[in-house]
């Protein structure tokens, strides 16, 4: 008797999720509703283990498409504060190269644009310590190359097609005789 093996390499997949996402209330809640909405799609023929696996594939994918959408809106956010703090300082500028101004009206005025933009720095430095803090923890994790996806690549609400896909490509990972 020949044993034959067929080996198939696969990516580590997700070692752990990142926590920190479940933090905020209103981001469980839209979990909680979406993992609801995913295990409504099982069938109650399924068995334990199969039920499991769906379960965690759209626990995974799930929380990785929120911590993404955080990550999305504090990068917009850095955007728009940048954006301002650029049109400050163009300000600051215009001010300074108009001659029709008096010099202590120009200096009042720039004085209060070097505060705004103090102020929007400030702002800045606190949307980047944010967005490092969410990134610290690495999630872009290597999903299976025929398996689990991120439900941001133009599908909507595909994760049984992911999961049976999985599921499959496990299947052929077996020994065979």
């Not at 099982?42 to 959408?69: G, M, Q």
């Not at 120009?106 to 400030?122: D, I, P």
């Not at 610290?136 to 290597?142: C, D, G, I, Q």
Request: hydrophobic share 30%.
């Amino acid at each position: 008797m020949k044993l034959k093996k067929k080996t198939k390499q696969s990516g580590p997949g997700i070692v752990k999720l990142n926590t920190k996402t479940l933090e905020v209330p209103k981001v469980v809640s839209e979990i909680e509703t979406e993992v609801k909405q995913m295990m409504e799609q099982t069938d109650k023929f399924w068995s334990p283990h199969t039920w499991l696996e769906f379960l965690k594939v759209a626990i995974r994918s799930i929380v990785s498409a929120k911590t993404s959408k955080i990550r999305r809106g504090i990068r917009e956010e850095i955007g728009e504060c940048e954006d301002e703090i650029n049109q400050l300082e163009n300000l600051n500028i215009k001010i300074l190269t108009d001659q029709s101004q008096d010099n202590s009206f120009k200096q009042l005025r720039t004085e209060k644009v070097s505060s705004a933009t103090l102020s929007l720095n400030a702002k800045l430095e606190n949307h980047w310590k944010k967005l490092s803090d969410t990134t610290s923890f690495v999630t872009k994790a290597k999903w299976f190359e025929y398996g689990e996806r991120t439900p941001y690549n133009g599908r909507q609400n595909s994760y049984s097609k992911d999961f049976w896909s999985l599921t499959n490509n496990l299947q052929h990972a077996v020994l065979r005789l």
